[in-house]
Nanobody, 121 residues
Framework: QVQLVESGGGLVQTGGSLRLSCRASGTIASINGMAWYRQAPGKQRELVSSITTGGRTDYADSVKGRFTISRDNALSMVYLQMNSLKPEDTAVYYC???????????????WGQGTQVTVSS
Protein backbone atom coordinates (compact mmCIF):
# COMPACT_ATOMS: atom_id res chain seq x y z
CA GLN A 1 0.00 0.00 0.00
CA VAL A 2 1.24 3.45 -0.96
CA GLN A 3 0.38 6.76 0.66
CA LEU A 4 1.14 10.30 -0.41
CA VAL A 5 0.73 12.79 2.41
CA GLU A 6 0.82 16.52 1.76
CA SER A 7 1.44 19.27 4.27
CA GLY A 8 2.11 22.99 4.32
CA GLY A 9 -1.12 24.47 3.04
CA GLY A 10 -2.87 27.33 4.77
CA LEU A 11 -4.11 30.89 4.56
CA VAL A 12 -1.77 33.60 3.31
CA GLN A 13 -2.14 37.16 2.08
CA THR A 14 -1.48 38.24 -1.48
CA GLY A 15 2.25 38.37 -2.09
CA GLY A 16 3.01 35.85 0.62
CA SER A 17 4.73 32.50 0.43
CA LEU A 18 3.98 28.91 1.32
CA ARG A 19 5.95 25.70 0.99
CA LEU A 20 4.10 22.48 0.31
CA SER A 21 5.64 19.11 1.10
CA CYS A 22 4.59 15.62 0.08
CA ARG A 23 6.03 12.35 1.29
CA ALA A 24 5.49 8.99 -0.34
CA SER A 25 5.49 5.98 1.94
CA GLY A 26 4.57 2.31 1.90
CA THR A 27 5.56 -0.49 -0.43
CA ILE A 28 7.68 1.39 -2.98
CA ALA A 29 10.25 -0.09 -5.32
CA SER A 30 10.78 3.02 -7.40
CA ILE A 31 9.36 6.51 -7.94
CA ASN A 32 9.42 8.07 -11.38
CA GLY A 33 7.93 11.49 -12.04
CA MET A 34 6.39 13.58 -9.27
CA ALA A 35 4.08 16.53 -9.66
CA TRP A 36 1.73 19.01 -8.07
CA TYR A 37 -1.78 19.61 -9.33
CA ARG A 38 -4.43 21.98 -8.09
CA GLN A 39 -8.18 22.26 -8.29
CA ALA A 40 -10.07 25.46 -7.64
CA PRO A 41 -13.82 25.44 -6.86
CA GLY A 42 -15.82 24.83 -10.01
CA LYS A 43 -12.73 24.18 -12.12
CA GLN A 44 -10.95 21.14 -13.43
CA ARG A 45 -7.82 19.83 -11.80
CA GLU A 46 -4.76 21.29 -13.52
CA LEU A 47 -1.08 20.49 -13.57
CA VAL A 48 0.95 23.09 -11.69
CA SER A 49 4.44 21.66 -11.91
CA SER A 50 6.28 18.39 -12.47
CA ILE A 51 9.76 17.04 -11.86
CA THR A 52 11.55 14.00 -13.22
CA THR A 53 13.82 11.68 -11.28
CA GLY A 54 16.75 13.53 -12.76
CA GLY A 55 15.44 16.91 -11.70
CA ARG A 56 14.04 18.24 -14.95
CA THR A 57 11.15 20.56 -14.16
CA ASP A 58 8.12 21.95 -15.92
CA TYR A 59 5.65 24.64 -14.88
CA ALA A 60 2.27 25.93 -15.86
CA ASP A 61 2.56 29.37 -17.45
CA SER A 62 0.50 30.86 -14.63
CA VAL A 63 3.12 29.98 -11.99
CA LYS A 64 6.40 30.33 -13.88
CA GLY A 65 8.83 32.53 -12.02
CA ARG A 66 6.84 32.28 -8.79
CA PHE A 67 6.77 28.57 -7.93
CA THR A 68 9.68 26.17 -7.61
CA ILE A 69 9.37 22.40 -7.48
CA SER A 70 12.06 20.19 -5.99
CA ARG A 71 12.41 16.65 -4.74
CA ASP A 72 14.49 14.55 -2.40
CA ASN A 73 14.74 11.08 -3.87
CA ALA A 74 16.32 9.61 -0.75
CA LEU A 75 13.35 10.73 1.36
CA SER A 76 10.72 10.11 -1.32
CA MET A 77 9.56 13.69 -1.01
CA VAL A 78 8.53 16.45 -3.36
CA TYR A 79 8.20 20.11 -2.48
CA LEU A 80 6.54 23.16 -3.97
CA GLN A 81 7.83 26.56 -2.94
CA MET A 82 5.20 29.13 -3.77
CA ASN A 83 6.13 32.82 -3.74
CA SER A 84 4.28 35.98 -4.72
CA LEU A 85 0.99 34.21 -4.20
CA LYS A 86 -2.14 35.59 -5.82
CA PRO A 87 -5.83 35.07 -5.01
CA GLU A 88 -6.14 33.01 -8.19
CA ASP A 89 -3.71 30.49 -6.70
CA THR A 90 -6.40 29.55 -4.19
CA ALA A 91 -7.14 25.86 -4.63
CA VAL A 92 -6.70 22.41 -3.19
CA TYR A 93 -3.21 21.26 -4.09
CA TYR A 94 -2.60 17.58 -4.77
CA CYS A 95 0.63 15.64 -4.85
CA UNK A 96 1.00 13.06 -7.60
CA UNK A 97 3.67 10.44 -8.20
CA UNK A 98 4.28 7.57 -10.59
CA UNK A 99 5.25 4.69 -8.35
CA UNK A 100 6.33 1.13 -8.93
CA UNK A 101 5.29 -1.00 -5.95
CA UNK A 102 7.41 -3.99 -7.00
CA UNK A 103 10.09 -4.47 -9.65
CA UNK A 104 7.80 -6.67 -11.75
CA UNK A 105 4.89 -4.22 -11.71
CA UNK A 106 4.21 -1.27 -13.99
CA UNK A 107 4.33 2.26 -12.67
CA UNK A 108 0.98 3.58 -11.48
CA UNK A 109 -0.21 7.05 -10.56
CA UNK A 110 -0.87 7.75 -6.89
CA TRP A 111 -2.47 10.83 -5.37
CA GLY A 112 -2.39 12.56 -2.04
CA GLN A 113 -5.50 13.68 -0.20
CA GLY A 114 -4.91 17.35 -1.01
CA THR A 115 -4.04 20.41 1.02
CA GLN A 116 -5.95 23.69 0.92
CA VAL A 117 -4.16 26.87 -0.11
CA THR A 118 -6.11 30.09 0.32
CA VAL A 119 -4.71 33.44 -0.75
CA SER A 120 -6.60 36.45 0.55
CA SER A 121 -6.69 39.73 -1.33
Amino acid sequence: QVQLVESGGGLVQTGGSLRLSCRASGTIASINGMAWYRQAPGKQRELVSSITTGGRTDYADSVKGRFTISRDNALSMVYLQMNSLKPEDTAVYYCNADIQTAWYRNYAAFWGQGTQVTVSS
